[in-house]
Structure formats: structure tokens, C-alpha cells
């Protein structure tokens, strides 16, 4: 099973798209803000990461930047 961390501070939005990619079968972990993201992103395996970009605490762009960072020092 694809597995997806998505990232989205609109609780109707987050709602709704994580539904329908549950319903589709993918498994979804949601979190509500960057920091949270980014922690989620680095200790847990993900196929894929949908991150808005204007979050709360960290936000989207600094996430990516940080996640690739921490990967590269990781190999």
C-alpha cells in the first residue's frame, strides 16, 4: 500500500482530500502543521508527501529544504 504524509492546515481541506485518497487506497497520515511535517517526514517511510506551502510553525518551502538537508547528511 502506497503510503502518503500529507501536510495541510485547513481542517475542511484536510478533511476532504484525505477521504478521497483513503478512498482511493492509500493510506494517509495527516499533520497540521510544519514542524510536526517535517518530524513525521524524517522518522517514518513515505512514498510520497503532499506539503502546503503556507504552514503553520515551519512553513512548506523551509520544510523541503530542511527534509533534504537532514537526507543528505543521512547517506
Do not use: C, W
Amino acid at each position: 500500500m502506497t503510503r502518503i504524509l500529507f501536510i495541510e492546515d485547513d481542517v475542511k481541506i484536510a478533511s476532504f482530500v484525505e477521504k478521497g485518497l483513503q478512498s482511493t487506497g492509500f493510506a494517509v497520515d495527516h499533520v497540521p502543521d510544519g514542524e510536526a511535517g517535517l518530524r513525521m517526514a524524517l522518522n517514518e517511510p513515505y512514498d510520497l508527501a503532499i506539503i502546503d506551502l503556507m504552514l503553520p510553525k515551519l512553513d512548506g518551502l523551509s520544510l523541503i529544504e530542511q527534509l533534504r538537508k537532514e537526507r543528505a547528511t543521512r547517506r
